[in-house]
């Protein structure tokens, strides 16, 4: 039962982080979806560290939390200063237990998730 939960949780997890990186722009209106998007994170499932790459188009700070697969945020960071362009962020994820976990990044009020494999 457990493991069935984990895979519906993942799946809905993604398929709302694949909406998100394909929004269209409609009507020729400008979309925020644009004001930053991950590139990569690896390596994924996790050991220790994290590092994830970044788009942005205009510099702001990013709010990182990650969540466990209850929908628990089990750490909040401090905001990240992202210049224009792309950058890498690594984080420290050695204290945390293996399991499944979301990786919300919020900036301007545009929140992206990357599902991260603990091990």
């Known amino acids: 039962?457990?493991?069935?939960?984990?895979?519906?949780f993942?799946?809905?997890?993604?398929?709302?982080?694949?909406?998100q990186k394909n929004e269209t722009v409609a009507a020729g209106?400008?979309?925020?979806?644009?004001?930053?998007?991950?590139?990569?994170?690896?390596?994924?499932?996790?050991?220790?560290f994290v590092t994830i790459e970044l788009q942005t188009e205009e510099s702001g700070e990013l709010q990182i939390s990650l969540i466990n697969i209850l929908g628990t945020e089990v750490k909040k960071w401090d905001n990240f200063l992202l210049n224009?362009?792309?950058?890498?962020?690594?984080?420290?994820?050695?204290q945390f237990k293996n399991g499944v976990y979301i990786l919300r990044m919020t900036k301007k009020?545009?929140?992206?998730?990357?599902?991260l494999k603990k091990s």
Do not use: R, W
Not at 84 to 94: A, F, M
């Open 1 to 8: 039962m457990k493991s069935i939960f984990t895979f519906l």
């Open 10 to 19: 993942v799946l809905i997890v993604s398929i709302g982080s694949y909406a």
């Open 29 to 48: 209106i400008s979309s925020s979806s644009h004001s930053f998007s991950i590139e990569k994170a690896y390596p994924n499932p996790v050991k220790d």
């Open 84 to 94: 224009t362009g792309y950058q890498k962020i690594q984080i420290d994820l050695s």
């Open 109 to 115: 009020g545009l929140t992206k998730t990357q599902v």
